[in-house]
């Protein structure tokens, strides 16, 4: 029987081959009618042989093209028209949209073949794609995704690209950034004045030759400018991190193929598919202690951040020879966001970069490098940028709109709409101006792209936060308050599929307590809609605030005086001559006296003041340095032990007492225990108190869901003791798998709570 059916394909079906995909597919079943791209997704009409049919809806989901995330195919039944061939048919442009945008994907092996192929017309073309790769969210103007609205609206394609991309059965067929040698963006260098270089130098083999030279190169990708230089030259590394002013922060390292990676660093096999993903983010990998990389790449650290190309530039790069490893670092200065403009590259690059690999496409939006480690065999994000946004984390329940603003630190936002939340790329730190400009620059994109404009804004407590004050000075727009701590914990629940309420345990360095205290070592009784702080640790004085963030020095002398007063400095031998006699002398006054301290229960400070008594940093110079080094230096023996810990009743609520853990800390140093052993027996001994604690309020809760959240579960080794004696006690204990448990992924938890608080308030 031959029947008509109107078939609406949705998720991310648009620049990612969908139409040639359903047009060789209506093929194969013999069916007539059309595809096209409209505000939606794709609709189809499809007219034929009712079995045919049948089998044509099932494989648009089941067999769809690699890129493609099909959310949702619905299906209606139409009057017959005796339709002729099947034909692909213009986009329509309506409001509103449910259509996603695909993230920037990595370049083909259809395509690199190509590129390597010396009879083809591309060969060598740093600007290759197709339908199945390449740049789609940085070039992105507006939506519905066609060449018209994106940075490839300058160049006019030449006849064989013209010829591709109307042709069904090409990989090219409407791929939007299909380009050529012959019309396509164009490679060029400029020298480190941003004057052209002499036009007889071919910008890609020169910019190697120089790099091999220990130069320092800016090399322009897909979401942004890359500081390049060689990784195995300690004096390049030492020149980009003295030019860049980063004294110790790790760099993200590029190698050409798995088995580069794997001389460098152990690669379990998850690892490596991650490495290998079309997403291409930075992995962190335990280092080869004999591998071949400057140590100046990640100083104190038993990790290295590494990636393989994923534009075709890169992979030309490495083609050319002499380069095995490339520092590939974020093009910035101090904390701005990432340079994406020619000029502006020129300008805000000067006297760090040797020269300029460019070319002509713009890039329309900035899209950090996305990093991830690897816990159980799954990925454990750390950054969730390129190759994820703007991808949703589909969720189990529908949200009305909302724009969630993030933190201060690793800013991202997020816009809710129905049961998907869509987390904006890394924005950064809100410490400057660009940062905050991007800021706002990213909300109107996600809202023009998706068509939605939150109705709610949500953002967190803290009042000098700049997300805040933005929330609160955008007057027509309700906004809702959430506490840092619940945000991290519904994120966690949310993408877990948790209402809740469970267990959640949040460590971090800060967040603004509801009392108006810094907290970050909270275990929570959360829900949705509100929370109870069932436990924190101990509170203690940050003396000078902000300054122990930088010097963890304070937060040990400050953990010291609470237990022995001014007589620590006799318990603790060594103490006095390591550090600064007037700062201490500063410090304790202020211990003392009771001046200038701020009090904190933060998991973050704690782990600073236990890097700082075994020695091994006393001041840091990036976020979470002292955390990085000790979960380095902890060695992985489990036989190694744990301390003794407090757990005291304030009203319901349990606190962690960590004095004795670090009067303990303090005696085995004395008795010549390494550092590495006493960090072991720290990491253990804060994993046994939170599973302590949490089996107690179970006991009286009735709860046994946990979730683990916060920028402090960033530390493997506290995450595996905590999940692995959670688990032993029956828990059932979930952690981040598609949003950062640091602050990067706290929008999404803003969004779920704002959302829930609001229709609890309509009632
Ligand atoms: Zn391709
Ligand atoms: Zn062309
Ligand atoms: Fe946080």
């Not at 023009?448 to 933005?470: F, K, N, V």
């Not at 319901?652 to 960090?679: C, F, K, Q, W, Y």
Request: with cysteine.
């Amino acid at each position: 029987m031959i029947c008509r059916r109107r078939i609406l394909v949705r998720g991310i079906v648009q620049g990612v081959g969908f139409r040639p995909f359903v047009w060789r597919l209506a093929a194969r079943h013999a069916l007539g009618g059309w595809v096209l791209n409209d505000s939606l997704g794709v609709t189809i009409e499809a007219e034929g042989e009712e079995s045919a049919l049948e089998a044509f809806a099932g494989a648009l989901s089941s067999q769809a093209p690699p890129l493609a995330l099909v959310t949702e195919v619905l299906v209606e039944e139409r009057p017959a028209e005796g339709a002729g061939a099947f034909e692909i048919r213009p986009s329509d442009k309506c409001a509103p949209t449910a259509t996603l945008i695909s993230p920037d994907i990595a370049v083909c092996d259809d395509c690199l073949a190509e590129m390597r192929d010396v009879g083809d017309r591309r060969h060598g073309y740093p600007f290759i794609n197709c339908t199945n790769c390449g740049p789609r969210y940085t070039i992105i103007e507006d939506i519905p995704y066609d060449r018209p609205r994106t940075s490839m609206k300058h160049f006019r394609m030449c006849a064989d690209c013209r010829a591709e991309y109307d042709d069904p059965s090409s990989r090219r067929f409407h791929a939007q950034p299909n380009a050529c040698p012959v019309c396509g963006p164009r490679l060029s260098l400029l020298e480190e004045d941003g004057r052209p270089a002499d036009a007889r130098l071919d910008p890609l083999a020169e910019t190697v030759g120089r790099l091999g030279r220990g130069l320092i190169a800016a090399v322009k990708g897909l979401g942004g400018f890359h500081l390049a230089a060689d990784a195995l030259s300690d004096a390049a590394v030492a020149r980009l991190r003295q030019r860049k002013n980063r004294e110790e922060k790790p760099l993200a390292v590029m190698v050409p193929d798995l088995a580069a990676a794997e001389l460098l660093a152990f690669v379990a096999p998850g690892e490596a598919a991650e490495l290998e993903s079309p997403r291409r983010p930075i992995v962190l990998l335990r280092r080869r202690p004999d591998a071949p990389l400057s140590p100046a790449v990640a100083p104190g650290n038993d990790s290295v951040g590494l990636m393989l190309p994923y534009t075709p530039l890169h992979h030309l790069l490495f083609a050319a020879g002499g380069l095995t490893a490339l520092v590939m670092t974020s093009a910035n200065i101090s904390e701005e966001p990432i340079c994406i403009d020619n000029r502006e590259a020129v300008r805000r690059l000067a006297g760090i970069a040797d020269g300029f690999l460019v070319h002509d496409r713009l890039i329309h939006l900035r899209a950090d490098d996305s990093v991830v480690r690897h816990f159980r065999g799954r990925a454990y994000p750390l950054r969730r940028s390129r190759g994820w946004a703007p991808a949703p984390v589909v969720l189990d329940r529908r949200l009305r709109p909302v724009m969630a603003l993030g933190g201060e630190l690793k800013n991202a936002v997020c816009l809710a709409r129905g049961n998907m939340a869509f987390l904006s790329q890394h924005v950064g730190d809100m410490a400057n101006e660009e940062t905050f400009d991007f800021f706002r620059l990213t909300i109107n994109h996600l809202e023009r792209i998706l068509e939605c404009r939150g109705e709610i804004l949500a953002h967190d407590l803290h009042p000098d936060y700049m997300s805040t004050r933005y929330a609160l000075g955008q007057g027509e727009r309700p906004a809702v308050g959430v506490q840092h701590h619940h945000a991290h914990a519904v994120s966690c629940m949310a993408e877990n599929r948790l209402a809740g309420p469970v267990l959640a345990v949040t460590f971090d360095g800060t967040g603004y307590g509801t009392d108006g205290h810094v907290w970050g070592g909270e275990i929570l009784v959360a829900e949705y809609g509100g929370f109870r702080r069932a436990a924190h640790l101990l509170e203690v004085s940050m003396p000078g605030g902000d300054a122990a963030v930088r010097e963890p020095w304070r937060m040990a002398v400050s953990y010291l005086h609470r237990l022995w007063g001014p007589a620590f400095i006799d318990r603790v031998p060594g103490l006095a001559g390591r550090l600064p006699a007037e700062g201490l002398r500063i410090v304790t006054a202020m211990l003392e006296q009771n001046i200038n301290l701020v009090p904190t229960s933060s998991a973050g400070r704690l782990f600073d003041a236990a890097a700082s008594l075994v020695g091994l940093r006393d001041r840091v110079t990036y976020e979470g340095q002292a955390a990085m080094e000790l979960e380095a230096a902890a060695g992985r023996d489990p036989a190694a032990g744990t301390y003794d810990f407090g757990v005291d009743k304030d009203g319901d609520r349990h606190i962690i007492n960590t004095l004795p853990v670090v009067a303990s800390m303090v005696e085995d140093m004395a008795r010549g225990a390494a550092p590495g052993v006493v960090s072991a027996r720290f990491h253990r001994t804060l994993a046994t108190a939170v599973a302590e604690v949490l089996e107690r309020i179970r006991q009286a809760e009735g709860l046994n869901d946990i979730v683990l959240s916060g920028g402090v579960f960033q530390n493997m080794s506290l995450l595996s003791l905590t999940a692995d004696l959670l688990e032993r006690k029956d828990f059932a204990v979930h952690w981040h798998r598609a949003v950062p448990a640091n602050d990067g992924g706290l929008a999404l938890g803003q969004a779920v709570v704002a959302d829930e608080v609001s229709r609890v308030r309509r009632g």
